[in-house]
């Protein structure tokens, strides 16, 4: 699948720098915040020359239309819902030039993408909606929300100093979607609709390091009358559009001789402020395979391609001693196998439960990190996503407290961690019966405790669960978190580190409960045969509070400088529907991880991961009856069997910051169903970083 109108490549190209960085991970380190300040990068000056950046923002305006006999209005401003992520909420990414005349005088051109946030369950971005009775279709409504905008817009102002105060203006454009549905019949339009119109604005950028600025910034777009006809309705509405936004961003400003730094990428030159980002593009295809049947949620027979897109900002900043905040803003796109159905572990962790054919905008992580250094032996830190560099001792507390992933801390493993960098698979890159709390893209708000003391380490968390577990049906808010915080989720991890013939390694145990309103698949079936509804149905209905616990053991151990080892295994309580993760009630997981050194490529990585996952018998029952998981539901399972996955992948380091990545799975048995099978996935992933 292809972006219609705007490419993943192109938006990544935007801020793709060629630049040294550390390798990604997604574990968030437990690094203490005590400052150590790098040499400067040689400063530039970012009123005069080439910058790209990121913003992001909130939008307001209204609409005004007329059509089908009658007229009328609505405001585009939708509130924000930190639950569900939605609201007028936007993301995009800038880039522009800057040319200093005499007398501190700064003239010059920036353009930009702007996008909205994914759709709430109604449907809405930045938008709105206006409900009429027409003399020609009778009760009706008719919305418009944002997919895309942009502008080219000239600047000029006044630089004194570290400072720049201007103005902009220029063209504007936006890409909106509008629907017209008569209320009685039903009867609806969908059109996709191009606006061009004008922007003016005014801003204030300033330095916050060598190469770094940010800036504040308020934006009119307006877009003239214009007309929209609705077949299926046989009207025509004729409508304009007034958007406002304030907007907050950083630019990167590029050295004179164009060429960046590791350093200022990174703003290590400033003790109070961090920058890092990545961007990941994932091709990935499967052929027709044997596939008798195939229900609701099944991996479809003839085959499919699939690609997906992020960009994220990784921005920190020091608030006292010992403590960050960071601020993760991020653009997705693209859509998973079946909309993510088919196969319990899904062949990548790159697409989330929720898809979309244009780029949106979210917030994925927002917390703040606080350590308490209590002695031992001092360690130097490296600066790195969400990590500041400094020092910490061997013993130390960390809390971290906010919006993140719960396996950004728990359930780590240097070998089987990311698809941003190493396997793609979801068993392969956590145990699979970890069924963490998490909205459709898997983060949450939580709190964690981690406990350092000589070679062992003491996690435990609590988190918020979502708001109804993301399998079966009435689901439509599940990929939103519970705001009531009444169900929630308990994590706890010990962490044993050694040395095996002079080689480092770990072991830890992960366990975890999630007390919130689940349904019982034996219950579930008793419902549905004495009533005849369908078994997902009975499922939802017979939810009740309860609890569902689980727990894994997860090894990492170095062999050579060159070579390392893992594995996983894994239980989580059968009778009861998973809330969060994917439809796995054991698993076992084991692999090997290999870079280039022998052959002379160092940066080169080859891995090799086999995973099993299984179920209970009351959840194949379940599945056998016509029930839905929460990726998994062939309609039938008469032959319940073992998932068995192969995955291998080599990464290819074309500079220290970009990788190109080739990736084969093998998957046996897909959804437990030995009728339909075996399938072949293929990827080919780009990672880029600094």
């Known amino acids: 699948m292809r972006l219609r109108g705007f490419s993943g490549v192109a938006v990544c190209s935007l801020l793709a720098l060629c630049a040294s960085g550390p390798n990604f991970g997604r574990a968030l380190a437990a690094a203490d915040l005590s400052s150590q300040k790098e040499a400067p990068a040689a400063p530039v000056d970012p009123w005069d020359g080439f910058y790209v950046g990121g913003h992001v923002g909130w939008a307001w305006g209204d609409s005004n239309w007329s059509g089908a006999g009658t007229s009328g209005s609505f405001g585009i401003a939708q509130p924000l819902d930190s639950f569900q992520e939605s609201g007028s909420f936007l993301a995009g990414v800038q880039g522009g030039y800057n040319y200093r005349l005499p007398a501190h005088l700064v003239v010059g051109g920036e353009i930009d993408a702007t996008f909205s946030t994914f759709p709430d369950p109604n449907g809405m971005t930045t938008g709105g909606v206006s409900n009429f009775i027409s003399p020609v279709i009778g009760a009706a409504s008719a919305s418009e929300n944002v997919l895309a905008a942009g502008t080219a817009r000239a600047r000029i102002g006044y630089a004194p100093d570290n400072w720049f105060y201007y103005a902009t203006a220029g063209l504007a454009w936006t890409h909106n979607q509008q629907v017209l549905a008569q209320t009685v019949s039903g009867v609806t339009d969908t059109v996709n609709i191009w606006r061009l119109g004008w922007a003016a604005g005014v801003g204030v950028e300033t330095r916050i390091s060598a190469n770094w600025t940010a800036k504040l910034e308020y934006l009119y777009t307006g877009y003239p009358d214009q007309s929209s006809y609705f077949p299926s309705n046989g009207v025509s509405l004729r409508?304009?559009?007034?958007?406002?936004?304030?907007?907050?961003?950083?630019?990167?400003?590029?050295?004179?001789?164009?060429?960046?730094?590791?350093?200022?990428?990174?703003?290590?030159?400033?003790?109070?402020?961090?920058?890092?980002?990545?961007?990941?593009?994932?091709?990935?295809?499967?052929?027709?395979?044997?596939?008798?049947?195939?229900?609701?949620?099944?991996?479809?027979?003839?085959?499919?391609?699939?690609?997906?897109?992020?960009?994220?900002?990784?921005?920190?900043?020091?608030?006292?001693?010992?403590?960050?905040?960071?601020?993760?803003?991020?653009?997705?796109?693209g859509f998973g196998f079946a909309n993510t159905h088919g196969v319990a572990g899904f062949p990548s962790g790159e697409s989330y439960k929720l898809g979309s054919e244009y780029p949106y905008g979210r917030v994925q992580r927002y917390f703040i990190r606080q350590t308490f250094n209590l002695g031992g032996e001092s360690q130097k830190v490296d600066a790195d996503i969400n990590q500041f560099a400094g020092t910490q001792t061997s013993d130390r507390v960390v809390l971290t407290v906010g919006k993140f992933a719960i396996t950004d801390i728990f359930d780590t493993n240097k070998y089987a961690d990311s698809p941003k960098t190493d396997f793609l698979n979801w068993a392969a890159i956590n145990a699979?019966?970890?069924?963490?709390?998490?909205?459709?893209?898997?983060?949450?708000?939580?709190?964690?405790?981690?406990?350092?003391?000589?070679?062992?380490?003491?996690?435990?968390?609590?988190?918020?669960?979502?708001?109804?577990?993301?399998?079966?049906?009435?689901?439509?808010?599940?990929?939103?978190?519970?705001?009531?915080?009444?169900?929630?989720?308990?994590?706890?991890?010990?962490?044993?580190?050694?040395?095996?013939?002079?080689e480092p390694g770990k072991i830890k145990v992960t366990g975890f409960v999630s007390r919130g309103r689940a349904g019982q698949y034996d219950a579930a079936l008793g419902l549905a045969a004495a009533t005849g509804i369908d078994p997902s149905l009975a499922l939802a209905y017979s939810r009740h509070y309860d609890s569902r616990p689980g727990v894994s053991v997860n090894l990492e151990q170095q062999v050579s400088e060159n070579v390392g080892v893992f594995a996983r295994a894994g239980w989580a309580n059968g009778q009861i529907e998973p809330w969060d993760f994917t439809d796995v009630d054991g698993t076992v997981e084991a692999g090997v991880?290999?870079?280039?050194?022998?052959?002379?490529?160092?940066?080169?990585?080859?891995?090799?991961?086999?995973?099993?996952?299984?179920?209970?018998?009351?959840?194949?029952?379940?599945?056998?009856?016509?029930?839905?998981?929460?990726?998994?539901?062939?309609?039938?399972?008469?032959?319940?069997s073992t998932e068995k996955i192969i995955e291998t992948y080599y990464n290819y380091a074309v500079t220290a910051s970009t990788k190109l990545g080739l990736d084969y799975q093998f998957i046996a048995?897909?959804?437990?169903?030995?009728?339909?099978g075996p399938v072949s996935f293929f990827a080919a992933r780009v990672h880029w970083q600094f």
């Open 593 to 640: 991880s290999v870079t280039g050194a022998k052959w002379g490529r160092p940066d080169d990585t080859w891995g090799l991961a086999g995973v099993l996952d299984q179920i209970s018998s009351a959840h194949q029952a379940y599945l056998n009856a016509g029930g839905l998981g929460i990726l998994i539901g062939d309609g039938r399972l008469p032959s319940a």
């Open 432 to 502: 699979a019966t970890f069924d963490y709390a998490g909205d459709g893209w898997g983060y949450t708000y939580g709190a964690a405790a981690e406990w350092y003391v000589d070679r062992w380490t003491l996690r435990g968390g609590v988190f918020d669960l979502s708001v109804t577990p993301a399998g079966g049906a009435l689901n439509a808010l599940s990929y939103g978190l519970d705001p009531t915080f009444d169900q929630f989720q308990m994590v706890g991890e010990i962490e044993e580190r050694h040395e095996f013939w002079g």
């Open 239 to 333: 409508s304009n559009w007034n958007e406002q936004e304030l907007r907050a961003g950083v630019n990167y400003h590029f050295p004179a001789d164009g060429v960046p730094t590791a350093d200022s990428l990174s703003a290590l030159d400033s003790d109070r402020v961090n920058f890092h980002a990545q961007s990941t593009i994932v091709e990935q295809a499967y052929p027709s395979f044997h596939s008798p049947y195939q229900g609701v949620n099944s991996l479809p027979g003839a085959g499919e391609g699939r690609e997906t897109f992020d960009l994220t900002l990784f921005a920190g900043l020091r608030l006292w001693d010992g403590a960050e905040a960071w601020v993760n803003p991020e653009l997705d796109q």
């Open 669 to 676: 048995d897909p959804a437990y169903n030995t009728q339909r």
